[in-house]
């Protein structure tokens, strides 16, 4: 693929984790805040929790192409930073599918009607939380945030400006996840939202710069676009 597509396929791709991810938490409602329906009471949540998991199991798979697809262009500044950003979104990916996992074998229990403890239904709940908390609150802070952000801002790929609220954010969801671990804040307060929100525009705002402009010109981006033939000519 030419850089343009690249960028525009990437882009898409950033956009889809937000598409997918977004509607997710909230369709996870009715399993996190009643655990107790585990035991068969109370509403019924499978429907929206299974939707909730193929929206994931589709965010999984967005996640793990934003870093596949550009990695040729980004390998061409840093093959260790371009790995790193790979690994780090797998390792994203890992966490959000132990999630789905949780949430998927809670409503098969309550499916089989093998669940008598409202216990078990509170425990499957605090799997998928701890998930959601290392896996989109710490490592997407450690992949789009730090890696992907300095990536941006040293190659000049997309406006420094812009890679800049990445460098920011990526350190402040991390920060602020650890300090949840250690109950020194709680995961709803105004402080983690605050925290939250440079690294939500700056995801946003990158995959929408790819999909309008495509990458800045760079010295990265030299000859990646010629045909192998030509290549082939000048060797």
Do not use: C, H
């Amino acid at each position: 693929m030419t850089t343009r597509r690249i960028a525009t396929l990437t882009g898409w791709l950033m956009v889809v984790t937000f598409v997918t991810s977004i509607p997710a938490a909230f369709l996870y409602a009715p399993m996190r805040e009643n655990p107790a329906s585990i035991t068969g009471a109370g509403a019924d949540p499978t429907a929206s929790v299974a939707l909730a998991a193929l929206l994931e199991l589709i965010l999984i798979v967005a996640n793990v192409g934003t870093a596949v697809v550009p990695y040729v262009v980004f390998k061409r500044y840093s093959q260790g930073l371009a790995l790193s950003y790979v690994a780090a979104r797998l390792i994203e990916a890992m966490f959000i599918a132990i999630g789905i996992i949780a949430a998927l074998a809670f409503v098969f229990m309550r499916q089989e009607g093998t669940a008598t403890d409202p216990g078990i239904g509170e425990a499957l709940v605090a799997i998928y939380w701890q998930a959601f908390l290392i896996g989109p609150g710490i490592f997407a802070g450690v992949a789009n945030g730090m890696i992907l952000g300095y990536l941006m801002f040293r190659s000049g790929l997309v406006p420094r400006g812009l890679a800049v609220l990445g460098l920011i954010g990526g350190p402040l969801l991390v920060v602020t996840a650890v300090a949840i671990m250690f109950d020194v804040i709680e995961p709803g307060s105004p402080l983690r939202t605050l925290a939250v929100a440079p690294e939500f525009v700056w995801e946003l705002s990158f995959g929408i710069y790819l999909i309008v402009k495509g990458f800045k010109p760079s010295p990265v981006l030299a000859g990646i676009d010629a045909a192998p033939g030509a290549r082939g000519a000048r060797s």
